[in-house]
């Protein structure tokens, strides 16, 4: 079992920047792989970005690519989202994810990811 936490949300002004921390604990240590998404209110869970524990390969959504940087701490076991350049349609609850099982691709997928955190909102105002 892999419980994880997120933290670091807020209010924050558009173009302004946060960093959310994931804290994963539990058997980490066959975990492949961190992902986080976002939900805004009557909205699907969307795909943010992701990395790989092992070898700290990113993936982007497009609308973040080059305002968001994923990144990973593996002695720590923490996995962090640093957001930049923030816009208004970035305001959702954030979601950090664990997929245990070593899949290549499909990072989109919510439903390749088997532990989630219970979410930190972030809000951008305009």
């Known amino acids: 079992q892999v419980q994880l936490v997120e933290s670091g949300g807020g209010l924050v002004q558009a173009g302004g920047s946060l960093r959310l921390s994931c804290k994963a604990s539990g058997r980490t240590y066959s975990s492949y792989a961190m992902g986080w998404f976002r939900q805004a209110p009557g909205k699907e869970r969307d795909f943010v970005a992701a990395?790989?524990?092992?070898?700290?390969?990113?993936y982007y959504a497009d609308s973040v690519k080059g305002r968001f940087t994923i990144s990973r701490d593996n002695a720590k076991n923490m996995v962090y989202l640093q957001m930049n350049s923030l816009k208004p349609e970035d305001t959702a609850v954030y979601y950090c994810?664990?997929?245990?099982?070593?899949?290549?691709?499909?990072?989109?997928?919510?439903?390749?990811?088997?532990?989630w955190g219970q979410g930190t909102q972030v809000t951008v105002s305009s």
């Open positions: 990395i790989t524990w092992r070898d700290g390969n990113t």
């Open positions: 994810a664990d997929r245990s099982k070593i899949q290549i691709g499909q990072f989109e997928r919510p439903r390749t990811y088997d532990y």
